[in-house]
């Protein structure tokens, strides 16, 4: 689930409009208002392109659901490979700096 609050937050402290924003981040500015009220949730494109406009990480955005792991392996569908998912299209890294997906 996408964290619009903290998107929202952002906005203000940086004092940024809607449609500032929208031109910013090359995203139509009824979605971006979208986004913020919490109507819809962003794909991951739409969230690569807020992490890029705002240098915020996906992490910071998105709030996962329950435990990301059972017994220290990542399932099929489980919340952690679909964030591992929106962390490779936002540009995201692993701790080591090595990029998702090798």
């Known amino acids: 689930m996408f964290n619009c609050e903290k998107l929202l937050n952002w906005l203000d402290e ?14 139509e500015q009824s979605t971006v208002s979208r986004i913020i009220s919490g109507l819809i949730d962003p794909g991951a494109r739409t969230i690569a392109r807020i992490c890029q406009a705002t240098r915020l990480s996906p992490d910071e955005l998105i709030i996962l659901p329950g435990p990301l792991r059972k017994g220290g392996e990542e399932k099929e569908g489980s919340p952690c490979l679909c964030r591992r998912a929106l962390v490779t299209a936002a540009g995201g890294r692993k ?8």
Not at 95 to 102: A, I, Q, V
């Open 14 to 27: 940086k004092g940024i409009t809607q449609y500032r924003f929208a031109r910013m981040s090359g995203i």
């Open 95 to 102: 701790k080591g700096g090595e990029p998702y997906g090798n």
